[in-house]
């Protein structure tokens, strides 16, 4: 039921928002503003509306939803020791062990 009533909410929110976008093309410059304004509003509420039903402004506004959860360690387990660091090796002929060729020679 809050499904479909959230279909309603959204299909509304885009009716209203064209009808608006209609009254505001054939209404004179004064007036256009008043229309254009209004039915960017329609469409906002009504889409809020809908969305919420669905829950799915927490998905979209909350930006920790989406986040992949970290597995806990159990608390009793050991902690491993943190291994050696780890020592860089370079190719013979690379250019962190090439010698080191005078100008004067």
Do not use: C
């Amino acid at each position: 039921m809050r499904r479909r009533r959230g279909y309603y909410y959204i299909a509304t929110a885009i009716g209203l928002f064209v009808l608006f976008l209609m009254l505001a093309a054939i209404s004179p410059p004064d007036g256009m503003r008043v229309f254009a304004v209004l039915g960017f509003a329609s469409l906002i509420l009504g889409m809020r509306k809908g969305l919420k039903l669905w829950n799915l402004d927490e998905l979209v506004f909350d930006p920790t939803a989406l986040r992949p959860v970290a597995p806990q360690a159990p608390a009793d387990t050991p902690r491993r020791e943190p291994r050696e660091p780890v020592r860089r090796r370079f190719m013979a002929g690379s250019r962190h062990v090439r010698p080191r060729v005078d100008a004067t020679s």
